[in-house]
């Protein structure tokens, strides 16, 4: 059973599932983002939910093995892949065919980039809040975080590149991680890659909306982004 696991095949296998519950994840995050743009009080009540429902607690260490699966085990099918090729063919310009998306070319640089912007997102969120909770002191309140990151410009910015990112990373891994599940025949994997555009579309549009709601309302919030701002240099 282990070889069968660690082979190419159960490896494959590893990653789509374990993309699948992050997918699964990307949707209900931006629901709970989408709160946002209710009222401050609508977003305040999800986050004090979330801080304190036993359930979601329980929740937050397999959503982080989830995503250390999934990292650890496409990192050593990409090195696998890398160090399986000639050596003179590693570092060769890959060949454009129609049938090749970029998307399907950069799938590890693609994913680099967000892990790399998840650090951020954490710096930028967790660290002044549920990290707060956790060593016992009062976090940052979440809509404050939220009024004072996307009232600057570069941090909208960063945030737009990376849900960027994630479309086209989520955009060939939706309908690719089903086919390696065993939905690869020629009746359903042009619907999953319909279904693949869709998705991201929606996650795209989603998370862009949240960044540039609060950018383009700041001159409503600026009072509110003057406090936190001062509270987080305090």
Request: aromatic residues 16%; glycine residues 4%; charged residues 10%.
């Amino acid at each position: 059973m282990s070889n069968l696991l660690f082979s190419s095949i159960g490896k494959k296998f590893v990653v789509s599932l374990s993309g699948c519950f992050l997918l699964i994840f990307l949707l209900m995050h931006l629901g709970l983002n989408l709160t946002a743009l209710i009222s401050k009080e609508s977003y305040d009540a999800v986050c004090h939910f979330m801080d304190v429902n036993p359930l979601v607690q329980a929740m937050v260490p397999v959503l982080v093995l989830g995503f250390l699966v999934h990292i650890i085990f496409a990192c050593n099918l990409e090195f696998k892949n890398w160090t399986s090729r000639p050596r003179n063919m590693r570092y060769a310009v890959p060949t454009k065919t129609k049938e090749v998306h970029w998307s399907a070319k950069n799938m590890f640089v693609l994913g680099v980039l967000v892990i790399g912007f998840l650090f951020l997102h954490l710096a930028h969120f967790w660290s002044k809040m549920q990290l707060q909770h956790f060593l016992g002191k009062e976090g940052t309140n979440a809509y404050e975080i939220l009024v004072y990151q996307f009232s600057q410009w570069y941090y909208c910015l960063i945030y737009i590149v990376w849900f960027i990112a994630i479309y086209f990373h989520v955009s060939h891994g939706f309908w690719s991680a089903f086919q390696s599940l065993g939905l690869n025949n020629a009746k359903w994997l042009p619907r999953l890659k319909v279904l693949a555009k869709i998705y991201a579309l929606v996650v795209l549009i989603g998370y862009v909306a949240i960044p540039l709601y609060f950018f383009f309302c700041k001159s409503c919030c600026c009072q509110a982004a003057a406090e936190c701002s001062a509270m987080m240099l305090q």
